[in-house]
């Protein structure tokens, strides 16, 4: 069994949501039933608060703070510690929201050797300041443009075992 934890922003861009459910249709369970996704606003509370936000990200914070905030550091980094595969996507879906809690994951995984780090990114990671940071850049294991590529990544590497 494979388990991917999907790191990244989480906002009212409906692409914060939309990316994780590509990779869970491409990855699903009738064809790779050895595969295990851990999404972690795949659930109806993050449905609602998506819903209520109605694209407005300061109501979608304070909805996810609200129904999330006092779980959110050892709901994720039990994530982190469950995963051999983190799909890390490092693209900046809103000004107004910092992607702080996926460094922090990105930190934790890179303190577990067995876990690998796949980092999404639609530019060039060499040249976006908070790819580019050696933090950054040393706790992602490969650069690929999109969740596409990063299943392709991570189906390549298993088909190898």
Request: net charge negative.
């Amino acid at each position: 069994m494979y388990t991917i934890y999907l790191v990244g922003s989480i906002c009212a861009n409906v692409e914060t949501f939309d990316w994780r459910k590509r990779v869970r249709d491409r990855l699903n369970k009738d064809n790779y039933p050895y595969v295990r996704i851990i999404d972690p606003f795949n659930t109806e509370m993050g449905v609602d608060v998506l819903k209520r936000a109605n694209g407005n990200e300061k109501e979608f914070t304070k909805y996810a703070i609200e129904t999330n905030a006092p779980l959110i550091l050892p709901k994720d980094r039990n994530y982190v510690r469950l995963a051999d595969f983190l799909f890390a996507d490092l693209n900046i879906y809103s000004d107004e929201k910092p992607i702080i809690g996926s460094y922090f994951e990105l930190a934790w995984a890179y303190d577990q050797p067995y876990t690998s780090v796949i980092g999404i990114y639609n530019g060039d990671p060499k040249k976006a300041f908070h790819c580019k940071h050696p933090m950054v850049a040393g706790a992602v294991n490969i650069w690929v443009k999109d969740e596409q590529e990063a299943c392709d990544s991570f189906l390549n590497v298993i088909a190898k075992f």
